[in-house]
């Protein structure tokens, strides 16, 4: 019947991948992160898990004595991943 219509219900939080460099005074970080339902809407970092700072999918922060990094993507929809990235 050509009047159905199919609808994509999203409840899923994007897939994250990070990449990162580490120098002696400050980390490199690239998130790639993939949401086919709706898109990509944020990306934020914490340092302490807590406290999230709005970023792009590339950014640098100072080393300081973290051996932690909160990666937080959130999609068109409001639905978020967390990922924890030791470094």
């Known amino acids: 019947d050509s009047n159905q219509v199919q609808v994509l219900i999203d409840r899923e939080g994007p897939e994250i991948k990070t990449s990162y460099v580490k120098n002696k005074d400050k980390i490199s970080m690239e ?8 898109g990509i809407k ?4 914490s340092i ?3 406290t999230y700072k709005d970023t792009n999918k590339k950014f640098e922060f100072s080393v300081l004595t973290t051996t932690k990094v909160y990666i ?3 999609d068109q929809l409001d639905n978020e991943t967390i990922k924890e990235v030791s470094i």
Do not use: C, E, F, P
């Not at 998130?31 to 709706?38: E, K, P, Q, T």
């Not at 944020?42 to 970092?45: A, C, E, K, L």
């Open 31 to 38: 998130i790639d992160a993939v949401d086919n339902l709706s």
């Open 42 to 45: 944020s990306y934020q970092y």
């Open 48 to 50: 302490d898990g807590n």
């Open 72 to 74: 937080k993507v959130t």
